[in-house]
């Protein structure tokens, strides 16, 4: 049975591109202009991922709403902003919300579909018994590439889809500088050098929540960031 | 000109206030000089009448209208102040004048004077002989040659003749040739005309005493030389004969009754001679109590009295534009100028009329310094008032002019200094409570600051809101060419897709940079300051920019020790990123990048230097402002003059300052940004 997308965004051109490339890749797409007609759909059938804006017609933070409001409904739906805001603030109160990735609309749509596809390949392998073989270990860190999981000392740390393929670029290979381009294209996005500082903040930022002494990820001035054990 | 100085100015023309007194001082002198002129000229009149009443007590021979004429002989007698001592001399009589010249054909020189004391006159005689040919004993007159002196007079008894001559010069006395009994004549001495002969290099002298009641209405004077033909004078027997004019006895007297203090008041006779005078010019009691200090100010008003005759002081007679008009019967008055330190005198003259006929007149003469005291007693309370006027009037609109100008600058230094050099923009002007002129301008420029700062405002945000509106239509478009490569197309097609793609790519660098400064802000805001080493950052950076920029060349400087600061490490990599990227853009190929780091004091001072273009002066200053961009790099990249603005950013967050400047030696740039320590 094919997986079933949400996409919520007010513009049509948009909507319907985002849409037609998914559908492409197999997925079944339904779309939404607005946060009620959206929300309305959902409680008669929730999807299995969704997309969502944050501004919708006349409700300018409408998508964290219906976020919140999604997420009521299933704790563990995947759930993408996708948005022309890039402010940090949103990115941060996007990702409080639940969301597991927050993308700028700068995102190409093959990186849309590999993301949609490595949320989807997440709920899969979550579904299923652990494989070890996929387990990075790097000292007290533990990285699940299949599930996309990772913990701190066995601790959890719950990282944005983003941040996950950031940690993941920089801890496969310790001591490695990697530079901001390279983690860009890890985290199949594109974002500007401030971007990457700020999802490199965040994630020291939630590994020291677990461990305060958490100093793994240093900078190299001028070149990028590379993990240390 | 300042406003102060052109205050200044307009205030100095209340000087028109002193100007305007000393002519309303000029106008007074003038009313009072003509008021003194009446004045003088009544007493004068008033004098003139009062004499003419008692003419006996004023004419010596009223009856004698023919004019005085010193040729035929006539002799001016001095009013003697003192019976002068029988010596020879005539110093001792006091008299201002020489003798006069008696009238010779051969050339024979003697002199004449006379004067008169109460009951003598005095003859002084003045002869030019070297050679003393002395009188012989048993002298015969009429045949003896020796030098002599013979002298006629208009006595009692008819006409009488004397003649003086002497064996020794010394004391003598007249002889006469007398006609005795016996028919014979005989030389008989006459005592009671003593005369002092006294014997000079040049000639001799002689000073003789007759008294009064010997002397008439004529006398005749001859003096003889001994030998040769030498004679002088009038001899006896000539008709002509000089007239004896007398000053009147008791006149002085009879004056000093009807004149006051300070003026001198004479009595001429139709010929002009003094017959008497009183009083004195100069008033007894002002000249003891008032200092004659001159006052400064008199210099600017004097009258001009160069062009008023100057008072001739003949001894024996009065002279001038007055007295000649008095003396044809009109009363007159003039001003002259004193013989001594320039004195201004006033000379009245009137007429003596008696039943008609013009017989003499009165001089009065009076000093104007009474008015010169009246008028600068006037004119020092003017001076003195309009003076502290003025003074008073310029320190006013000196202060109110500085208050003006001190209050104008506030508002240009404030109006200077409304835009920083940040770019932001001071709303509140001073002044700007003023009800007056200042006050509105004042306000004025609040309202186009306000005006600037909204427009400021709309630039700064114009390129986050453009950033942001077309980044939907853009991601439309991109999707779209997304979808459009994902149906399969032919390589043809496929080109044009590339070529949009890169468009759009360019078109999505341009909106990034636009939105850069806003999210660099808002970074800056989320900045957390932790400590770290600024020495050993900067030679990652650079280290990282050698291989970024692999074909600039860098030059590294830093202290040996490291250099501890606090702050956000990120945002001074984005910093030197910046500059970096501007001097590697500007730094020609053989040329070098020189990133400097030392301790300046309580600050870090850190340097990018790059060889290359100056920056023209006129931009220097607004470098570092948002959206400024006037340098051409080598390269195509957009540039939207946000870097510097971002690196003063930085700069600030850290409370430090961005400096841009060319090298001394004009080889490049350098911009220096200073840093505080922790």
């Given at each position: 049975?094919?997986?079933?997308?949400?996409?919520?965004?007010?513009?049509?051109a948009?909507?319907e591109?985002?849409?037609?490339?998914?559908?492409?890749?197999?997925?079944?797409?339904?779309?939404?202009?607005?946060?009620r007609t959206?929300?309305?759909?959902?409680?008669?059938?929730?999807?299995?991922?969704?997309?969502?804006?944050?501004?919708?017609?006349?409700?300018?933070?409408?998508?964290f709403?219906?976020?919140?409001?999604?997420?009521?409904l299933s704790?563990?739906?995947?759930?993408?902003?996708?948005?022309?805001?890039?402010?940090?603030?949103?990115?941060?109160?996007?990702?409080?919300?639940?969301?597991?990735?927050?993308?700028?609309?700068?995102?190409?749509?093959p990186?849309l579909?590999?993301?949609v596809a490595?949320l989807?390949?997440?709920i899969?392998?979550l579904r299923?018994?652990?494989?070890?073989?996929?387990i990075?270990?790097?000292?007290?860190?533990?990285?699940?590439?299949?599930?996309?999981?990772?913990?701190?000392?066995?601790?959890?740390?719950?990282?944005?889809?983003?941040?996950?393929?950031?940690?993941?670029?920089l801890?496969?290979?310790?001591?490695?500088?990697?530079?901001?381009q390279?983690?860009?294209?890890?985290?199949?996005?594109?974002l500007d050098?401030n971007t990457?500082?700020?999802?490199?903040?965040?994630?020291?930022?939630?590994?020291?929540?677990?461990?305060?002494?958490?100093?793994?990820?240093?900078?190299?001035?001028?070149?990028?960031?590379?993990?240390?054990? | 000109?300042?406003i102060?100085?052109?205050?200044?100015?307009?205030?100095?023309?209340?000087?028109?206030?002193?100007?305007?007194?000393?002519?309303?001082?000029r106008?007074?002198?003038?009313?009072l000089?003509?008021?003194?002129?009446?004045?003088?000229?009544?007493?004068?009149?008033?004098?003139?009448?009062?004499?003419?009443?008692?003419?006996?007590?004023?004419?010596?021979?009223?009856?004698?209208?023919?004019?005085?004429?010193?040729?035929?002989?006539?002799?001016y007698?001095?009013p003697?102040?003192?019976?002068?001592?029988?010596?020879?001399?005539?110093?001792?009589?006091?008299?201002?004048?020489?003798?006069?010249?008696?009238?010779?054909?051969?050339?024979?020189r003697?002199?004449?004077?006379?004067?008169?004391?109460?009951?003598?006159l005095?003859?002084?005689?003045?002869?030019?002989?070297?050679h003393?040919d002395?009188?012989?004993?048993?002298?015969?007159?009429?045949?003896?040659?020796?030098?002599?002196?013979?002298?006629?007079?208009?006595?009692?008894?008819?006409?009488?003749?004397y003649?003086?001559?002497?064996?020794?010069?010394g004391l003598?006395?007249a002889?006469?040739?007398?006609?005795?009994?016996?028919?014979?004549?005989?030389?008989?001495?006459?005592?009671?005309?003593?005369a002092?002969?006294?014997?000079?290099?040049?000639?001799?002298q002689?000073?003789?005493?007759i008294p009064l009641?010997?002397?008439?209405?004529?006398?005749?004077?001859?003096?003889?030389?001994g030998?040769?033909?030498?004679?002088?004078?009038?001899a006896?027997d000539?008709?002509?004969g000089?007239?004896?004019?007398?000053?009147?006895?008791?006149l002085?007297?009879?004056l000093?009754?009807?004149?006051?203090?300070?003026?001198l008041?004479?009595?001429?006779?139709?010929?002009?001679?003094?017959?008497?005078?009183?009083?004195s010019?100069v008033?007894?009691?002002?000249?003891?109590?008032?200092s004659?200090?001159?006052?400064?100010?008199?210099y600017?008003?004097?009258?001009?009295?160069?062009e008023?005759?100057i008072l001739?002081?003949?001894?024996?007679?009065l002279?001038?534009?007055?007295?000649?008009s008095?003396?044809?019967?009109?009363?007159?008055?003039?001003?002259?100028?004193?013989?001594?330190?320039?004195e201004i005198l006033?000379?009245?003259a009137?007429?003596?009329?008696?039943?008609?006929?013009?017989?003499?007149?009165?001089?009065?003469?009076?000093a104007?310094?009474?008015l010169l005291?009246?008028?600068?007693?006037?004119l020092?309370?003017?001076?003195?008032?309009?003076?502290?006027?003025?003074?008073?009037?310029?320190?006013?609109?000196?202060?109110?002019?500085?208050?003006?100008?001190?209050?104008i600058?506030?508002?240009r230094?404030?109006?200077?200094?409304?835009?920083g050099?940040?770019g932001?923009i001071?709303?509140?002007m001073p002044?700007?409570?003023?009800?007056?002129e200042?006050?509105?301008?004042?306000?004025?420029?609040?309202r186009l600051?306000?005006?600037?700062n909204?427009?400021?405002?709309?630039?700064r945000?114009?390129?986050?809101?453009?950033s942001?509106?077309?980044?939907t239509?853009?991601?439309?478009?991109?999707?779209?060419?997304d979808?459009?490569?994902?149906?399969?197309?032919?390589?043809?097609?496929?080109?044009y897709?590339?070529?949009?793609r890169?468009?759009?790519?360019?078109?999505q660098?341009i909106?990034?940079a636009?939105?850069?400064a806003?999210?660099?802000e808002?970074?800056?805001?989320?900045?957390?300051?932790?400590?770290?080493?600024?020495?050993e950052?900067?030679?990652?950076?650079?280290?990282?920019?050698?291989d970024?920029?692999p074909a600039a060349?860098?030059?590294?400087?830093t202290p040996?020790?490291?250099?501890?600061?606090?702050?956000?490490?990120?945002?001074?990599?984005?910093l030197?990123?910046?500059?970096?990227?501007?001097?590697?853009?500007?730094?020609?190929?053989?040329?070098?990048?020189?990133?400097r780091?030392e301790?300046?004091q309580?600050?870090?001072?850190?340097?990018?230097?790059?060889?290359?273009?100056?920056?023209?002066?006129a931009?220097?200053?607004?470098?570092?402002?948002?959206?400024?961009?006037q340098?051409?790099?080598?390269?195509?990249?957009?540039h939207?003059?946000?870097?510097?603005?971002?690196?003063?950013?930085?700069?600030?967050?850290?409370?430090g300052?961005?400096?841009?400047?060319?090298r001394?030696?004009d080889?490049?740039?350098?911009f220096?940004?200073?840093?505080?320590?922790i």
């Amino acid at each position: 049975m094919k997986k079933q997308i949400a996409i919520v965004e007010d513009e049509p051109a948009l909507r319907e591109n985002y849409a037609a490339a998914l559908a492409r890749h197999g997925y079944s797409i339904k779309t939404y202009g607005n946060r009620r007609t959206a929300m309305q759909a959902f409680k008669t059938r929730c999807p299995d991922l969704a997309i969502i804006d944050i501004s919708l017609e006349d409700e300018a933070e409408g998508g964290f709403d219906l976020c919140r409001d999604l997420r009521a409904l299933s704790a563990e739906l995947p759930i993408i902003f996708l948005t022309a805001r890039d402010s940090e603030l949103d990115a941060v109160s996007g990702l409080r919300l639940g969301a597991d990735d927050f993308l700028t609309k700068d995102v190409s749509l093959p990186h849309l579909a590999a993301r949609v596809a490595a949320l989807f390949r997440r709920i899969d392998a979550l579904r299923r018994p652990d494989n070890a073989a996929e387990i990075v270990r790097r000292g007290a860190l533990s990285i699940d590439g299949e599930k996309m999981q990772t913990t701190w000392d066995g601790v959890p740390v719950t990282l944005s889809l983003t941040e996950f393929w950031i940690v993941h670029a920089l801890a496969k290979n310790p001591g490695h500088v990697k530079n901001r381009q390279q983690l860009m294209d890890a985290a199949n996005v594109v974002l500007d050098d401030n971007t990457i500082t700020s999802h490199i903040k965040r994630v020291r930022r939630k590994f020291q929540q677990v461990d305060a002494a958490f100093d793994a990820i240093q900078t190299v001035y001028g070149m990028g960031y590379r993990w240390v054990e | 000109m300042s406003i102060r100085l052109q205050l200044l100015m307009v205030a100095l023309t209340t000087l028109v206030l002193p100007w305007a007194g000393c002519q309303y001082a000029r106008e007074l002198e003038t009313a009072l000089r003509s008021s003194q002129e009446q004045s003088l000229l009544a007493s004068a009149g008033t004098i003139a009448n009062a004499l003419s009443a008692q003419p006996q007590r004023v004419f010596h021979d009223a009856g004698d209208t023919q004019a005085f004429s010193a040729g035929a002989g006539d002799l001016y007698v001095y009013p003697l102040v003192t019976q002068p001592l029988l010596d020879g001399y005539r110093e001792d009589w006091d008299v201002p004048a020489e003798p006069t010249a008696l009238p010779t054909t051969t050339g024979y020189r003697a002199r004449l004077q006379a004067g008169s004391t109460e009951g003598f006159l005095y003859l002084f005689i003045e002869v030019r002989d070297s050679h003393f040919d002395a009188e012989p004993n048993n002298v015969r007159p009429d045949t003896d040659r020796f030098d002599r002196v013979n002298l006629a007079l208009d006595g009692p008894n008819g006409r009488e003749t004397y003649f003086f001559g002497t064996d020794a010069p010394g004391l003598i006395a007249a002889q006469s040739v007398v006609r005795g009994e016996d028919g014979v004549d005989r030389v008989a001495a006459e005592p009671r005309i003593q005369a002092f002969w006294l014997q000079a290099a040049a000639g001799y002298q002689l000073e003789a005493r007759i008294p009064l009641s010997f002397v008439g209405r004529h006398l005749w004077v001859e003096a003889l030389d001994g030998r040769g033909k030498g004679r002088a004078g009038f001899a006896a027997d000539s008709a002509a004969g000089g007239r004896l004019f007398f000053a009147t006895a008791g006149l002085d007297s009879l004056l000093e009754t009807f004149i006051g203090d300070g003026t001198l008041a004479t009595v001429i006779d139709a010929n002009a001679l003094k017959l008497g005078s009183a009083g004195s010019v100069v008033s007894k009691t002002r000249a003891e109590t008032e200092s004659s200090e001159p006052i400064w100010y008199r210099y600017f008003l004097d009258v001009d009295t160069s062009e008023m005759p100057i008072l001739s002081m003949a001894p024996d007679h009065l002279s001038g534009e007055s007295v000649g008009s008095a003396l044809v019967g009109h009363p007159h008055a003039q001003w002259v100028r004193g013989d001594n330190r320039g004195e201004i005198l006033l000379m009245a003259a009137a007429p003596i009329m008696i039943d008609g006929h013009l017989h003499g007149a009165v001089v009065l003469q009076q000093a104007a310094d009474q008015l010169l005291a009246l008028r600068d007693r006037a004119l020092s309370r003017l001076f003195n008032l309009t003076l502290i006027a003025t003074a008073a009037a310029v320190i006013i609109m000196f202060t109110f002019a500085t208050w003006l100008s001190l209050r104008i600058g506030r508002l240009r230094d404030a109006a200077e200094s409304a835009v920083g050099s940040d770019g932001r923009i001071q709303l509140t002007m001073p002044e700007s409570a003023s009800a007056d002129e200042i006050g509105s301008l004042s306000r004025g420029f609040e309202r186009l600051l306000a005006r600037l700062n909204e427009h400021a405002q709309y630039l700064r945000t114009l390129g986050g809101k453009l950033s942001h509106e077309l980044r939907t239509p853009l991601t439309i478009v991109r999707s779209s060419l997304d979808n459009l490569e994902s149906e399969g197309l032919r390589d043809d097609q496929r080109r044009y897709i590339t070529r949009a793609r890169e468009g759009t790519q360019r078109l999505q660098s341009i909106l990034s940079a636009l939105g850069a400064a806003a999210r660099v802000e808002e970074s800056i805001k989320q900045s957390e300051r932790v400590n770290f080493d600024l020495r050993e950052l900067m030679i990652c950076a650079v280290a990282a920019y050698r291989d970024g920029f692999p074909a600039a060349h860098f030059a590294l400087q830093t202290p040996e020790d490291a250099c501890f600061a606090r702050g956000a490490p990120d945002l001074i990599v984005q910093l030197l990123d910046k500059l970096i990227e501007n001097a590697v853009d500007f730094c020609p190929k053989e040329g070098t990048v020189t990133v400097r780091l030392e301790r300046v004091q309580a600050s870090y001072c850190l340097q990018v230097a790059n060889d290359g273009p100056l920056i023209p002066e006129a931009l220097m200053g607004r470098l570092f402002e948002s959206l400024f961009e006037q340098r051409r790099g080598g390269d195509d990249k957009p540039h939207f003059g946000l870097g510097l603005y971002i690196v003063r950013l930085i700069a600030e967050f850290h409370g430090g300052t961005a400096v841009a400047a060319n090298r001394d030696d004009d080889s490049g740039v350098v911009f220096t940004i200073m840093l505080p320590l922790i």
